[in-house]
């Protein structure tokens, strides 16, 4: 009797905590983050009678900034785009689907000999749904415009749900994420990229907020591949994060897939298990 009277108040107490995370990632994203440091003391004004005037000081302090400006140019340049002289990975062609030649992933080795390959245009697919329990689910749709090899747009749109069983109440949260996506190595069997773009929240918070992210595919063996995205952003001073994780079971021009989703939205994380599906078109 007290062993179910116990269970009973743990099953009570963390539901109404579960139930409450979307409605606190709400109300802390409409307040934003507070800044409780003390103000700085006020420095007592004064007027300097003994101005100088080093102009040659100056000249060699710009200079100094110029100089690592442009190395800091180069080196994001490099890293962040690629060297398009040396590097014959980022010359790969887009392929219509992973595995379509029993062997190549989203990229398929440039060969000057081979014409069957031609430029093409992609568009990728996908939908997910998010399971935590009975009372925290959701669904993630993305999709991928890929007009050549060299960069893409994607858009993410998550629709978290938690239902409070005591309550009989339902709380929904509406993520969206738009990005510019650059894939900086293409190889058959491994590609690595970044994002950059933006995170928008709406259930009457409508704020957005800057966005920036890795992900990465690794076409491990014949028709299964595993992917991986990051992308951290803030709204209202607040984190908005998402890690993604999953493996897929490629199928001619479509895949099966299973992974893991975080969720990072103000305080409260989400953690879910995500089944789903998607085309290549």
Not at 25 to 54: A, I, M, V
Not at 115 to 139: C, I, P, Q, T, W
Request: hydrophobic share 35%; with cysteine.
């Amino acid at each position: 009797m007290l062993k179910n009277t116990i269970f009973l108040l743990l099953f009570t107490f963390s539901s109404q905590l579960h139930a409450q995370k979307i409605d606190k990632s709400k109300d802390e994203l409409k307040s934003g983050k507070e800044d409780n440091r003390p103000p700085l003391p006020t420095e007592p004004s004064y007027q300097n009678t003994t101005t100088t005037s080093k102009q040659s000081d100056n000249t060699d302090d710009l200079s100094a900034v110029a100089f690592f400006a442009k190395v800091g140019f180069y080196v994001f340049l490099y890293t962040g785009i690629g060297d398009y002289e040396n590097e014959d990975h980022l010359f790969s062609k887009l392929s219509p689907c992973p595995y379509f030649d029993n062997k190549s992933g989203n990229y398929k080795r440039y060969n000057e000999e081979e014409e069957e390959l031609k430029d093409l245009m992609r568009f990728d697919v996908e939908n997910h749904f998010l399971y935590s329990n009975n009372a925290s689910f959701g669904n993630h749709l993305k999709g991928k415009f890929r007009p050549f090899q060299y960069f893409y747009i994607q858009s993410d749109y998550r629709e978290l749900i938690e239902r409070d069983k005591f309550e009989k109440t339902t709380a929904n949260l509406s993520v969206f994420q738009f990005n510019f996506g650059y894939d900086r190595i293409r190889f058959e069997k491994f590609n690595l990229g970044w994002t950059l773009g933006a995170t928008y929240i709406a259930n009457g918070i409508n704020k957005a907020g800057f966005s920036y992210g890795l992900n990465t595919d690794v076409f491990a063996f014949k028709k299964v591949s595993f992917n991986s995205a990051m992308i951290w952003s803030k709204i209202n001073g607040l984190q908005v994060n998402s890690i993604e994780f999953r493996g897929k079971y490629h199928q001619k021009n479509y895949f099966f897939s299973m992974g893991f989703e975080n969720l990072k939205i103000a305080s409260p994380s989400y953690n879910y298990a995500t089944f789903g599906a998607g085309i290549y078109l």
